[in-house]
Every structure is written in structure tokens, then in C-alpha cells.
């Protein structure tokens, strides 16, 4: 049961990149490595308490489909995703933003367990876990990016 924790700084409002990290748009343009688009539930825009958004994406060559729900948010200081089907038996995924000097900490947690017993477990060790950590760690890059260039990505625009 891995849990990975990221921190990164951010010189925007911590509202801006919380709207970013909801962003669908945001999300699916981050991911295009491995051609992740939402098919279901919000499928564009800004997710919202209680919404859900099912991804299709091809991992390890596979394409996969993955159903997430936000089932905690407080504006703008946190709000977590967690999974309602798809290829891990679980995960929890909690976004913090916290207000530091003239920026946001964007702080990640990703608890997650993997299918297969075991197996998973050894999956973890040999390859899993690195891959979400870069995973998570290029889209949190991406929000950092758009937020500190005031660029503009599914409506979303900076002051």
C-alpha cells in the first residue's frame, strides 16, 4: 500500500491552482503521454464536490478506463479524488494548497493499493511506484507551469 507525497511551490494564488488541478482540460492535456481523455461523467471544465470523470488511457500498453470521484473539497484549501472503479483495488488522492510567501504549496498525497495481492506488491516495488510518482510529478509540473505564465487551458485564465 504505497502512499506518495509530493510538495511543490508555485508563485500563483492558491485559488488558481486549485481551479487548475480540477480542471479537466488541464488534466487531459497533462497526461497526453498516454492519450488519457475523459469519457464520462464531467468530461471538460472544472469537477466539482460529489462529480465524477471516467478516463481512458493506455498504460503499459493497455488501454484502461478509470473512474474517479471528488469526494471532499473545501475551496481553496483541499479537495481528494478517489477512485470509484478501475485497474488499482484503491486509491485516495489528496490535494492541499497551502498559502506560502507570495505563492502555494501544492502538496500531493496518493495512497494507493494495487490489484493482484502479491503480485501487486511486487509490481509496486519493481516498476509501479515510479511510474505514478513521474506520472503525478509531470502533471503537477504542468499546473506550475500554466499558473506562473498566466496561459490559458479549457477557459481557465490567470490574473
Same mark, same amino acid.
Given at each position: 500500500?504505497? *502512499?506518495?507525497?509530493? @510538495?511543490?511551490? $508555485?508563485?500563483?494564488?492558491?485559488?488558481?491552482?486549485?481551479? =487548475?488541478?480540477?480542471?479537466?482540460?488541464? %488534466?487531459?492535456?497533462?497526461?497526453? +503521454?498516454?492519450?488519457?481523455?475523459? $469519457?464520462?461523467? !464531467?468530461? @471538460?471544465?472544472?469537477?466539482?464536490?460529489? +462529480? &465524477? !470523470?471516467?478516463? @481512458?488511457?493506455? %498504460? /503499459?500498453?493497455?488501454?484502461?478506463?478509470? &473512474?474517479?470521484?471528488?469526494?471532499?473539497?473545501?475551496?481553496?484549501?483541499?479537495? !481528494?479524488?478517489?477512485?470509484?472503479?478501475?485497474? /488499482?483495488?484503491?486509491? #485516495?488522492?489528496? %490535494?492541499? /494548497?497551502? *498559502?506560502?510567501?507570495?505563492?502555494?504549496?501544492?502538496?500531493?498525497?496518493?495512497?494507493?493499493?494495487?490489484? =493482484?495481492?502479491?503480485?501487486?506488491? !511486487?509490481?509496486?516495488?519493481?516498476? =509501479?511506484?515510479?511510474?505514478?510518482? #513521474?506520472?503525478?510529478?509531470?502533471?503537477? $509540473?504542468?499546473?506550475?507551469? =500554466?499558473?506562473? %505564465?498566466?496561459?490559458?487551458?479549457?477557459? *481557465?485564465?490567470?490574473?
Amino acid at each position: 500500500m504505497p *502512499i506518495l507525497r509530493s @510538495e511543490l511551490w $508555485i508563485q500563483a494564488s492558491r485559488e488558481v491552482c486549485f481551479d =487548475l488541478a480540477r480542471s479537466i482540460d488541464v %488534466h487531459a492535456a497533462s497526461t497526453s +503521454q498516454t492519450k488519457e481523455r475523459a $469519457i464520462g461523467g !464531467v468530461t @471538460e471544465g472544472i469537477i466539482e464536490l460529489g +462529480q &465524477t !470523470v471516467t478516463w @481512458e488511457a493506455v %498504460h /503499459f500498453g493497455v488501454k484502461q478506463r478509470l &473512474t474517479a470521484k471528488i469526494s471532499e473539497m473545501e475551496y481553496p484549501r483541499y479537495f !481528494v479524488d478517489e477512485m470509484v472503479s478501475g485497474a /488499482f483495488k484503491r486509491f #485516495r488522492h489528496v %490535494h492541499e /494548497f497551502v *498559502i506560502v510567501d507570495d505563492g502555494t504549496l501544492m502538496i500531493d498525497t496518493f495512497d494507493y493499493t494495487s490489484p =493482484l495481492g502479491l503480485l501487486g506488491k !511486487v509490481a509496486d516495488q519493481l516498476f =509501479l511506484q515510479a511510474y505514478m510518482s #513521474r506520472f503525478l510529478e509531470k502533471r503537477n $509540473i504542468y499546473i506550475k507551469q =500554466l499558473a506562473e %505564465h498566466k496561459l490559458s487551458v479549457g477557459g *481557465i485564465i490567470k490574473g
